[in-house]
Every structure is written in structure tokens, then in C-alpha cells.
């Protein structure tokens, strides 16, 4: 019995729990859709701490070079609405990788919400989460580890 398979994603030996030599594993990065000033920012110590590389980007059609490229473990765009850029945002990322996790900061409303949920099911994105202010340290924290765990991409956490 083989010790590890094609699709393992942690790519770890079961046996010596260490990382496969062999091994094909990519520096995480999270893209930031920053249309409002600050998101970046914001988020910049958080990702420097966690070892996780950020790339600001201004327009969502920005990042479909960038999916590819650099597999990144997650997206996090804020916008005061669903409207097109966010549309386009979500569009993109459905057609290189549904499985994506998404930060959408928006504000709570009814129209924001129904937005975000039928886009959601329209493209099969499977995971978007919407936050109603700009994601505080812990929000950020539990939304990239989740998102490194999903996709085996995260380093060695500093102490």
C-alpha cells in the first residue's frame, strides 16, 4: 500500500509525518481586492505574523493572472454594495477555482444578502463569507487558517 496518494494535498508521509521531499508546495497568498483605502492594510501585520504573502490588487479583473500563477488560499474584498465589480469578483473566481474561499466584506442588508446568496449558488462557489465591517484580527485569523487547512497550503506558525 502506497503511503501517499496523487490527490494528498498535505502531501505528509503518514509514517514520518514530514513533508513528502517530492513535494509540490506553494507559498500562501492572500489577494486583496482593494477598492476601499485601508483593506490591505489592515490585513498586512496579520498576514506578515502568519507568514502568508499579500498581494493588493485594485480591480477584481485583476486577479484571474493572478489565481493561476499563485494559487492563493483565499480573497478578501470589501465594497459599500453587490454591484458589478463584485459580481465580476465572484464570476472569476468560479471559472478558475469555485472552491476559493471569499472574504466579502459588505454591509447587512437585505439586498447585500440576496445578492451574495444567489450569486453563490449561481456560480457554485462554495465557500464565500460575508462580514458586515472590515474583519477584525480573530475574524482574519480563523478565516485564513480554515482556508489554509482547506487547500494544505499553510507554513509553520511562529512562536
Known sequence: MPLAIEDDIWQ???ITAQVRPDAA??????IVVETSPGLARSAAEICDFLRIKLLAVQDPR???DHLGAMQPVAVLHEADTV?????????IIAGLDPALPIMLVVPDDLQNRGAIDTAQRL???SDVVPVHHRPGIRTLIEFL???GRRFG???PMPI
Open 12 to 14: 505528509i508521509d503518514p
Open 25 to 30: 508546495l506553494h507559498d500562501p497568498v492572500l
Open 62 to 64: 485583476d486577479i484571474a
Open 83 to 91: 454591484d458589478c465589480g463584485v459580481y465580476d469578483l465572484m464570476m
Open 123 to 125: 456560480w457554485q462557489l
Open 145 to 147: 487558517f480554515r482556508a
Open 153 to 155: 497550503r499553510t507554513g
